[in-house]
Structure formats: structure tokens, C-alpha cells
């Protein structure tokens, strides 16, 4: 499977800001839309902004103009700038690829759907 590993989840203050990492293990950007999903305790997975091969990115109200996404294909990298956190912004932070279709590189080929990282943990406090 793509594996997606994440990093950068830490405790931040309250207007803090933090950047998130989530590196892919096959470079799949071309073809694959880049996700980032938050879980608060409690509650359900929402989404909280995507990016598509095309580069285009959508957010939630409840983020936008706080967060943004980005990626590096040349490090395999998508990326998830948060600025001005709030407490409510506290949750594990899943990063997503969705991929389309199968597809196969000269080591191997990989089933389309979901494929999800670990999480990290984003804590706002004061």
C-alpha cells in the first residue's frame, strides 16, 4: 500500500501557529488528490482542506483563510500550514490520498481508494 507518514502535531497557545508534514512513500501527486482530515475527541472525521492534481485546494469555512495546502513532488511531501489556532482546532490530524485508480510503477502497483496516515496530535492550549 502507499504508506503516508505524518509529523509536526505538537501543543501550541491559542493564535500559535503550526505546519504539518505528511510524506508519501510513492510519489503519486499526479494522480492522486492530498488530503488532510482532523478527528476531535468525541466527534466525527472532518475534512479540512484537499488538493487536487491540478493544484486547486478547497477548505471548510471553519479553517479557511487560517490553514493551507500544499505539496512538494520532488519530496514525495504534502503540507498543512495552520495559523491563528484556536482551541477548537485541537484533534489528530490524518493526512488522505485518494487514488483513483490502480497504479502500477516498476516495483509494484497499488489499489485504488483511501489510503490514511497515522495521525499526529494537535493540542491548542493555553
Known amino acids: 500500500q502507499v504508506q503516508l507518514v505524518e509529523s509536526g502535531g505538537d501543543l501550541v497557545q491559542p493564535g500559535g501557529s503550526l505546519r504539518l508534514s505528511c510524506a508519501a512513500s510513492?510519489?503519486?501527486?499526479?494522480?492522486?488528490?492530498m488530503g488532510w482530515y482532523r478527528q476531535a475527541s468525541g466527534k466525527q472525521r472532518e475534512l479540512v482542506a484537499t488538493?487536487?492534481?491540478?493544484?486547486?485546494?478547497n477548505y471548510p469555512d471553519s479553517v479557511k483563510g487560517r490553514f493551507t495546502i500544499s505539496r512538494d513532488n520532488d519530496k514525495n511531501t504534502v503540507y498543512l500550514q495552520m495559523n491563528s489556532l484556536k482551541p477548537e482546532d485541537t484533534a489528530v490530524y490524518y493526512c488522505?490520498?485518494?487514488?483513483?485508480?490502480?497504479?502500477?510503477?516498476?516495483?509494484?502497483?497499488?489499489?485504488?481508494?483511501?489510503?490514511w496516515g497515522q495521525g499526529t496530535q494537535v493540542t491548542v492550549s493555553s
Open positions: 488522505n490520498a485518494d487514488l483513483p485508480n490502480l497504479y502500477c510503477t516498476s516495483t509494484g502497483c497499488y489499489k485504488p481508494g483511501h489510503y
Open positions: 510513492v510519489n503519486i501527486f499526479s494522480i492522486s488528490a
Open positions: 488538493i487536487s492534481t491540478g493544484g486547486s485546494t
